[in-house]
């Protein structure tokens, strides 16, 4: 059996797991493993923590050929972008090669043991989950990243949250949050901005007060979790 996928679906699972901006991933390894294609790693800052699993069932047949490395993903998303609706991806000693209808690609691998991959996972407690479309939380970060340099600002209230950011435009946007009750507030800069960039689905996030927030989107065919640290207060 052999690997293949809708080349959409591969993107844009790639697109979040790399991110945007300054908190980019650049390098990771990827598991293809008996329950799908999973990665874990930190972004070069360490500020946030990507783990993400695209299940069996998003891939059109799949075959568990273990792990690989794979450098310059920003460039690997490209590449996948040049093919037709589906791909075919076939690992052949350290070539990852990828065809389609009329051309194919040979992308050259990484050895493991040159990758730095931190997989524990993280004992992390939290107060409160909030459940909100990516939609709504980016309009959010749209208003805040109107100011130069802020600071997002997120504070629970019985039943509510309230977004609300610093610099010259001081937003505010509160928004019902049933599962939420009075008394988290933390803050967050631009690895927070970076985290959610690609999202588009419904999200969690698991907040606690000066603490990390856990962001959670979850769809039938994969699940992508971001571990994003604050800014604290100097």
Known sequence: MVIKIK????????????MTGSGKIDEAIFDFAEDGLKSTTNNATQQIRVSAWLKTTAFDSYEAIGKIGMNDLDTVVKVLDR????????????????????????IELLSEEFLKTDITEPNLEFENTIAITATNLSEVIKDCTINKEPILT??????????????????????GAPQCKEGSKVNFGPPFFDAISTLTGNLEISVKSQYPAKIREATE??????????????
Not at 7 to 18: E, H, M, N, P, R
Not at 97 to 104: E, L, M
Not at 221 to 234: G, K, L
């Open 83 to 106: 093919f037709g609706e589906v791909v075919t991806i076939i690992k052949e000693g350290n070539l990852l090669t990828v065809k389609g209808d009329s051309k194919t690609v040979a």
């Open 7 to 18: 080349k959409k679906v591969l993107k844009d699972f790639l697109t979040k797991f790399k």
């Open 221 to 234: 065919t994969s699940i992508i979790t971001y571990i994003v640290a604050p800014r604290m207060d100097e």
């Open 154 to 175: 997120i504070e629970t209230g019985d039943k509510t949250v309230l977004f609300r950011n610093t610099g010259k435009y001081k937003f505010e946007t509160k928004l």
